[in-house]
Nanobody, 121 residues
Framework: VQLQASGGGLVQAGGSLRLSCAAG????????MAWFRQAPGKEREFVAV????????IYADSVKGRFTISRDNTKNTVYLQMHSLKPEDAAVYYC???????????????WGKGTLVTVSS
């Protein structure tokens, strides 16, 4: 599975962005899809994950209520809608495909290249 994230950019604090991750390959719907992020000088951290059919999701506490993960298996795409962005949300965001609905990055089978989100205060 090849993954390509897009949609990052510069936004003011309190603003919104929607990230997309397009997947190549025929097995997209077989995987749970996740978003992780990594800020400069920090460890990569889990953001959100959605199961294969969109019926189950898990969010990091830091984004719960502000971010929404969704997927469209007809388009082989997973989305991350981000609202009420804070400066601490600034990071490179990576999409990932995993066999499991899990926040654990060691379970990830495929990683996409990241997309940069910058939040100005």
């Amino acid at each position: 599975v090849q993954l390509q994230a897009s949609g990052g950019g510069l936004v003011q604090a309190g603003g919104s962005l929607r990230l997309s991750c397009a997947a190549g390959g025929r097995t997209f719907s077989s995987y749970a899809m996740a978003w992780f992020r990594q800020a400069p000088g920090k460890e990569r951290e889990f953001v959100a994950v959605i199961n294969w059919n969109g019926g189950s999701t898990i969010y990091a506490d830091s984004v719960k209520g502000r971010f929404t993960i969704s997927r469209d298996n007809t388009k082989n795409t997973v989305y991350l809608q981000m609202h009420s962005l804070k400066p601490e949300d600034a990071a490179v965001y990576y999409c990932a495909a995993s066999p499991y609905l899990s926040r654990v990055d060691s379970y990830v089978s495929y990683w996409g290249k990241g997309t940069l989100v910058t939040v100005s205060s």
